[in-house]
């Protein structure tokens, strides 16, 4: 049974399921009507064989007899009280109108057959009414968009009839975007498409809010009435209702998805930061004699070991020259608190990319703790490479550079002058931040 197929207006299961489909209301004046008052309206009147009136009319009928449109079907009743239905009478509506009721019916069909479905189990018997609520429970292909998040996950629920997207969303920099699609239509009915975000990404989010078109990248073509849809290992041809309620949810889940990553980043000030992994940020370009530095200056200040206030760094050996750890500086010599880990993507470049990746410790979740003392933000970490640590190196490394400063000044200078002159653009290094102006 579709919105097509043959089923007279007296039909109670039919007049049932319209009314409360509709919200109880006359669907042309928007009065509230009892089940006694309502009043299951033609759309069209009658056989749409007959006189059309205008060519405009010819043609939405031909339309119309294309999809084997009959008078007597869902596709065609609409709920009215007795006052709208007197006045509409026997008259055709202007094809315009006609054209937006009936595309008001077909979006209310399933809803209309799942609650006829509904209230003949619930009149053979009471008890299988809950049964079968229960048993689509699972399948249901209408669903108020809902976001439930619990410690663990978070799921993002929407149906529109056609199709119903079920989605987790990333609660932490290194989570997956991942969703589930179910759809209404014969032959995909037990067809649970898994998507993971990379999927999601190429085949929904390319085309955001270009609405039912080949910009998509899931509408492999249009073929007047049809649209092929293709995704990762699946091609099928659909109908418009389908292809246009996934680009409707697909293009909500990028807002909620956006919307949730921003936080996310925010949390870690990277927002201004470009991702190069998933969870680590690109925070600086630099020679790499002045990485080579940091690194050598890190192995000298091991965070077990020393006590001065640079003494919070991960000893290394020398081969594992691309990492750098910045760690709490702890004598007690018995916890490990990460505040911050940078590394090198490519050391076989003269240039080298510094990134950043979040710290971690034994008493605070993933994305907790990013207050700059148990764990550094990205945007907290930039600074202090450029403002403390860089500086502090060329101070106590590069006496060139200090000297041309202290001849300036014409006295030696001490760290905290050195840095209030030290512009590290003349040492050839970029912030990548994205928040700055490039010059
Ligand atoms: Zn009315």
Redesign the pocket.
Known sequence: MDAYTYIKKSDENLRNAIHKAYGKK?F??G?KINMNQLEVDHIIPICVTTKPTTTEMEDYFNELEEKNFIKDCIANYLP??S??NKQKGNQYLAVGNLRYYHEQTIRHTNKVLKLMEKFRYAKEDPKKEREFEALSRGKDYIQKKTISETPHDCVYAYGLGAVRVNAFLPMKLKGELACLILFKQNGLIDCNLSLDEIDIKTYFFEGYKTGVTTSRNYIWYIDSDVFAIKLPNNRFSSDFETAEQLSIIFDDLYDEYYKRKDVLLNTVGATYFEEVDKGEFLLLSLPKNIWLGMVDFAQKHDHFIGDSEWDIFKPLSLVDNDHIMIYKNHLDNTKADVLAELYVKDMSRSYVDVVWKAGYTSHFRDMEGFDNKSKWKADYTHGWILNEFIPYLIYLNAPDDRNFLQRIYKRKLSLEEFKAGFDYRKFGIFSRSLNEPDD
């Open positions: 006359c042309y004046c009065e009215a009280c006052h709208c």
